[in-house]
């Protein structure tokens, strides 16, 4: 073998590792995306029940209710369209009706599962995500999201 070939076949080789590489990388990323929905958008894409996602919105007037069991059941608007969520757990201090949420776990059979449920922590704090959701459907009241 000539030593142009041997460098070709090195470089080749090289190249053949970096791409299994970045092939492996990117596999095990996807893994572990979760994607953030409103609930239109979650409604619309039909999420497939082994990822997880998050929905944000506001926890809807009149919808919290908590079983005996400790479950809590709730529904997440965007004031177009709203899901339903279960939880089981405690959920944070400032979750209330009416406040912003960000419920995550995996959407099945038209409810989310939550494992996690985040709720604002201010007065004028809302997740930029879910801001944009409601500015889209043209129902967003309020200041502009820091």
Known sequence: MTPKRRRL?????GL???GAAAALALAALEDNLVYFLSPTDLLAREAAPDRPVRVGGLVEEGSVRR???GTLSFR????RNAVAVTFRGVPPDLFREGQGVVAEGRFANGALSASEILA???ENYMPREVADALKDSGLW???APR
């Open 9 to 13: 076949s090195l470089v080749l080789a």
């Open 120 to 122: 604002k922590h201010d």
């Open 16 to 18: 053949l590792a970096l």
């Open 141 to 143: 009241k309020g200041p």
């Open 67 to 69: 079983a005996a069991d």
């Open 76 to 79: 997440v608007t965007d004031l």
